[in-house]
């Protein structure tokens, strides 16, 4: 083969764009169906905040797709074994998952925030304002390592659960507690919650600490799929109906 046409070989190659995987008809996305308000189960169909999710970035994608519901034992390996395309069943990302799949952009992510009583001035969340606060936090999780590794200044205190921390917030024996912010909102909502205590702060985003956010699970070499899945939420997230989905189940941004 001559030089030149060599190189127009070559040419010709780098013009021609990769071929992409075909992507499944339909798309079968699994949820657990025992989560809410992710995902639950009402009328005998799966609902909630990842369930509206999932049919919102199919539309957007232009594909077309079906939900099912799978129990959380064993999602992982239903997904390896083809039983379905994608897990929206919120699904952290971790180190140990994302050897065995790979997943989308995060979704979602619950902030991290702190609650005090009402009775007690808090000028700031910096963890310079936190020296020598009584903080509680749920013992066994990543909160109470946060505070450890972020706010050694203070009195880190840990409980068997979140409850227990509100329990001696209420007490008055804690300055502030930390924990997901959608369990702090239960807690706040309740009569004893409402009465005695206040949201003060988020920890900022990006925390590597407190993880890296809920992501779709796919199947290591569904590249093509998961592409279409970002992009779509790109496009949510960008024009509002991300926000306007997420606001019919959670009352604080998520993105």
Same mark, same amino acid.
């Given at each position: 083969m001559s030089r030149l046409l060599s190189r127009l070989l070559v040419l010709s190659l780098l013009a021609c764009p990769a071929r992409s995987e075909p992507l499944p008809a339909p798309v079968r996305i699994a949820t657990e169906?025992? #989560?809410?308000?992710?995902?639950?189960? !009402? %009328?005998?169909?799966?609902? &909630?905040? !990842?369930v509206e999710l999932a049919r919102a970035l199919c539309r957007e994608a232009g594909l077309a797709c079906t939900i099912v519901l799978h129990q959380w034992d064993g999602i992982i390996k239903g997904l390896e074994a083809g039983e379905y395309d994608a897990i929206m069943a919120s699904?952290?990302?971790?180190?140990?998952?994302a050897g065995r799949i790979q997943f989308s952009r995060a979704y979602y992510r619950i902030p991290a925030a702190y609650v005090a009583r009402k009775d007690t001035p808090v000028p700031g969340i910096a963890p310079a304002a936190l020296a020598g606060r009584a903080i509680g936090a749920a013992? #066994? &999780?990543?909160?109470?390592?946060?505070?450890?590794q972020r706010v050694p200044g203070a %009195?880190?205190?840990?409980?068997?659960?979140?409850?227990?921390?509100?329990? %001696?917030?209420? @007490? &008055?024996? $804690?300055?502030?507690? $930390?924990?997901?912010?959608? %369990?702090?909102?239960?807690?706040?909502?309740?009569?004893?919650?409402? @009465?005695?205590c206040r949201f003060v702060?988020?920890?900022?985003?990006?925390?590597?600490?407190? &993880? !890296?956010?809920?992501?779709?699970g796919l199947r290591k070499g569904d590249r093509?799929?998961?592409e279409a899945f970002d992009? @779509?939420?790109?496009?949510?997230?960008?024009d509002g109906r991300y926000d306007r989905i997420r606001a019919k189940f959670i009352p604080f941004d998520t993105k």
């Open positions: 169906g025992g #989560h809410p308000p992710f995902n639950y189960v !009402e %009328d005998g169909q799966p609902a &909630g905040f !990842e699904m952290a990302i971790t180190p140990r998952r013992a #066994h &999780g990543p909160f109470y390592a946060y505070l450890e %009195d880190i205190r840990g409980f068997d659960t979140l409850g227990d921390a509100t329990l %001696d917030l209420r @007490a &008055g024996r $804690l300055d502030l507690v $930390l924990g997901d912010k959608l %369990d702090l909102a239960k807690f706040l909502a309740t009569p004893e919650g409402g @009465a005695c702060g988020d920890v900022p985003a990006g925390e590597p600490l407190l &993880g !890296e956010g809920v992501a779709i093509t799929l998961r992009r @779509a939420l790109a496009a949510l997230v960008a």
